[in-house]
């Protein structure tokens, strides 16, 4: 390099190339270059604006943070006022809403309307002034906002520069800040591993992050944009309808929500409805409805506004996933290992689609972290087919005959001891098999679809064999007999003997069933095909230590621990000698050293792999029998080098580890696999 102007060349090229770079990885989801080679640019750019100080400008994309300081929150008038929606909440109301439409605008043929989905966050809005971010303000009661410039210019996917060259002298774009589903789990866990109060939903985190004094931390805060609408401040001409509009502000650098579309009239308004519910659960981030707006902009102008919301569009909700009820009673419920589970008994409420009255308080800590109580008001959340939960306390509703929530100091079935091991936030009955709940778990387990699949074995059947003890363990299922089952009322003679025949059919299991039937802590189907394929028989997985049971994909110390300990009690090992001896075969695994060429081996995966994810590589590799590890050691038998290796790979040359490039891993796996 020569001189400044060419530094000041190459610091504008490589803010050029940045800015690509953010736009095809934020807007286009297309990434042309790994992340590795995005922060090398970054960094030469930064090191190249620290030694030329004059040379930095505040759309550089290293000023996201920092350069303005403090966020001010000063009041901002909109000039053009933020409105807000009407709702519609059935497909009735949608339909008059198209008809008022229709007849406002004397239409003959059906209304074209964008379809896009309802983000759950907060509305912001954009000034550009000669294609440059100059002022970020919320919503506020839609006439006057805060200012949040600061901390809009963190969010990555904000362009601090306009893209192109043809974007107006002045212009407003306005769009929802919305926090991915994934970021807000990460960011409580974050929150509350330090201690720190987390937040109920990804908007209340979006809405809590956008009101940071401090930039820095906003910064920190996976928050994303998505634009819905664009205001021309000066003469310039905009497309005569929305949905080129947003055509528009994508080409700017803008990212739009994929999910939008056009639908010609009511009907196919509702269809992108119902289409875009199916997808409610999936999409990354949360959505509370779909907005229907009428394409042409010279009839938007027609219609113009009623109080406070546009005549041209509405809002058709989904059905809420939180709503607010009240605690009755908590109960406490007895699991399989004996883990006891307090559950709230709940005043009855329709959420995300179904009347809930009980939901999970998970355990006594969970219980303070909310400071929930009997008589409580709360908040529940239903998405999806995840289990309803309390989110939060209404504190102000709660009434003088409130009740705190204790643990009971003795198992309400079997009123043995409830224990809680240091350090462990499970409280559990110490009964063991001699408690009634602990015994119905643990057969309802043995018998469940994924363990050994005996149809007709239902909760209702085995509460009734557990009572009359007629059944004490997994054992005692070989031995009932259709005269034993016709002497239960309700129970026919034919239904009587197809479980009979159910429960004898179900002796030949492959071994990994029959392992993840016996209910062992925590090892679950994937851990239980991993222990029968590496070990072959069940005589070998009970003679394993804790460190040889490491050995296996996925099992840490803790699950080896679990494991051991099963095995270690009598009674387990009484219940495994009664079942063979009743002709329970579990069928073991063919592990000879043909099928699992990589035994004994640790592989370790780094780099990007173009064809595989890690998790399928890692897959590939434990299939043939191969550990996969994190580290390289001179124990590591091959390191798998995609694009972008860095130390693990220097290590293991340095070490004289094989390596292999993934145009050569992907050739050893085809000649590997059948
Ligand atoms: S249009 C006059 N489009 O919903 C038009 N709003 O209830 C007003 N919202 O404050 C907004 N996604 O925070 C519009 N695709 C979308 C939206 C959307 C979410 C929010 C926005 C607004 C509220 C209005």
Redesign the pocket.
């Known amino acids: 390099m020569n001189g400044t102007s060419s530094v000041a060349e190459r610091i504008t090229e490589l803010r050029d190339q940045i800015n690509d770079h953010n736009y095809r990885y934020y807007v286009l989801d297309d990434p042309q270059i790994p992340d590795a080679e995005y922060d090398r640019l970054f960094r030469e750019l930064q090191a190249l604006e620290q030694s030329h100080p004059d040379l930095v400008s505040p759309d550089s994309p290293t000023q996201r943070v920092g350069a303005t300081g403090q966020t001010s929150f000063e009041e901002v008038v909109h000039r053009v006022p933020?409105?807000?929606?009407d709702?519609a909440f059935n497909a009735d109301e949608l339909r008059d809403f198209d008809r008022r439409v229709r007849e406002r605008l004397a239409a003959k043929s059906e209304i074209e309307y964008v379809c896009?989905?309802?983000?759950?966050?907060?509305?912001v809005s954009l000034h550009y002034e000669q294609g440059k971010l100059t002022r970020a303000a919320t919503?506020g009661d839609g006439y006057a906002g805060e200012d949040i410039t600061a901390n809009i210019r963190t969010i990555p996917s904000v362009p601090l520069k306009l893209r192109g060259g043809s974007y107006p002298d002045l212009v407003e774009v306005?769009g929802?800040v919305y926090m991915l589903r994934g970021g807000f789990e990460k960011l409580n866990k974050s929150l509350s591993d330090r201690g720190e109060k987390t937040f109920v939903n990804p908007r209340n985190a979006a809405a809590g992050s956008l009101r940071q004094k401090n930039p820095r931390v906003t910064a920190r805060r996976p928050l994303e944009i998505?634009a819905?609408?664009v205001a021309v401040i000066d003469d310039s001409d905009l497309p005569d309808n929305h949905w080129g509009c947003l055509q528009l502000v994508r080409d700017w650098g803008f990212r739009i929500?994929p999910e939008?579309r056009l639908a010609q009239g009511a009907s196919a308004c509702l269809e992108a409805y119902e289409e875009l519910q199916a997808k409610r659960d999936q999409l990354p981030y949360e959505?509370d409805g779909i907005?229907f707006?009428v394409n042409r902009l010279d009839y938007q102008h027609r219609l113009g506004f009623v109080s406070r919301?546009?005549r041209w569009?509405i809002?058709h909700k989904f059905p809420a996933q939180e709503e607010v009820t009240v605690v009755e009673d908590v109960e406490f419920q007895v699991g399989r290992t004996g883990a006891i589970t307090p559950v709230a008994r709940l005043k009855p409420v329709f959420v995300g689609g179904v009347t809930v009255s009980n939901a999970t308080l998970h355990n006594m800590d969970e219980i303070d972290r909310l400071g929930v109580q009997i008589g409580d008001t709360v908040f529940i959340r239903r998405a999806g087919d995840v289990i309803p939960q309390v989110i939060k306390v209404v504190r102000d509703k709660r009434p003088r005959s409130a009740r705190p929530i204790q643990l009971p100091t003795t198992c309400p079935v079997c009123d043995s001891d409830i224990v809680q091991l240091e350090g462990e936030a499970v409280a559990r009955c110490s009964g063991g098999l001699f408690c009634a709940a602990q015994r119905k778990e643990s057969i309802r387990h043995y018998a469940s679809r994924k363990a050994m699949d005996i149809e007709g074995l239902g909760e209702k059947w085995i509460d009734i064999l557990v009572d009359r003890d007629m059944v004490r363990t997994v054992a005692d299922l070989y031995r009932l007999t259709t005269d034993d089952l016709r002497k239960l009322e309700r129970m026919g003679d034919k239904s009587a003997a197809k479980l009979v025949n159910a429960i004898q059919s179900s002796n030949r299991p492959p071994l990994w069933r029959f392992i993840y039937a016996l209910g062992i802590r925590e090892v679950g189907e994937a851990t239980a095909k991993a222990l029968a394929s590496y070990f072959g028989t069940l005589e070998n997985v009970m003679a394993a230590t804790e460190e040889e049971l490491q050995a296996v994909p996925d099992v840490g110390p803790v699950v080896a621990g679990h494991i051991c300990s099963f095995f270690e009690q009598e009674h387990n090992k009484e219940i495994i000698e009664k079942l063979r001896s009743q002709g329970v075969v579990w069928q073991s695994e063919d592990i000879s050293r043909a099928n699992r060429p990589l035994a004994g081996e640790t592989w370790v995966l780094t780099g990007t792999l173009e064809n595989h994810t890690r998790d399928q590589a890692k897959e590939r590799l434990e299939a043939l029998g191969a550990k996969v590890a994190g580290s390289v050691s001179s124990k590591t038998s091959c390191v798998v080098a995609g694009e972008a290796a860095g130390s693990k790979l220097e290590k293991a040359r340095s070490l004289g580890v094989q390596t292999m490039d993934e145009a050569e891993f992907d050739n050893f796996l085809s000649r590997h696999t059948a």
């Open positions: 933020m409105l807000s929606l709702n896009e989905p309802k983000l759950d966050g907060l509305a919503r306005r929802e998505c819905y609408s929500n939008m959505i907005v707006k919301a546009p569009a809002a």
